[in-house]
Nanobody, 123 residues
Framework: VQLQASGGGLVQPGDSLRLSCAAS????????????MAWFRQAPGKEREFVAS?????DYAASVMGRFTISRDSARKMVYLQMNNLKPEDTAVYYC????????????????WGRGTLVTVSS
């Protein structure tokens, strides 16, 4: 599966932003709905960290719980991350990832990665 994230930009603290991840699946490959999907982020000088994941259920990092919502549209092969009440510490490159394993928050469990999209939260 190939992934392409989009929707990043420069916003002010308290603003909202929605990231999108478009997936393309090769013919005769497992269907998009069989993949657990996730968003990770990496701030400058820091390691990549888990943000949210969706499979049969959803999971969120404590730092974004209540502010971010992950969703998917299997018919369109899309995954979204709605980010509300953004804070400067949310500034990072956001990556979409996929795995055929069970829902996970570990970077190493995700096999497929898209190019990131930069989110900058600054006044």
């Amino acid at each position: 599966v190939q992934l392409q994230a989009s929707g990043g930009g420069l916003v002010q603290p308290g603003d909202s932003l929605r990231l999108s991840c478009a997936a393309s699946v090769r013919p005769f490959s497992p269907s998009f709905s069989s993949y657990a999907m996730a968003w990770f982020r990496q701030a400058p000088g820091k390691e990549r960290e888990f943000v949210a994941s969706i499979g049969g259920s959803t999971d969120y990092a404590a730092s974004v719980m209540g502010r971010f919502t992950i969703s998917r549209d299997s018919a369109r092969k899309m995954v979204y991350l709605q980010m509300n009440n953004l804070k400067p510490e949310d500034t990072a490159v956001y990556y979409c990832a996929a795995t055929r394993h069970t829902l996970s928050s570990s970077v190493s469990d995700y096999v497929y990665w898209g190019r990131g999209t930069l989110v900058t939260v600054s006044s």
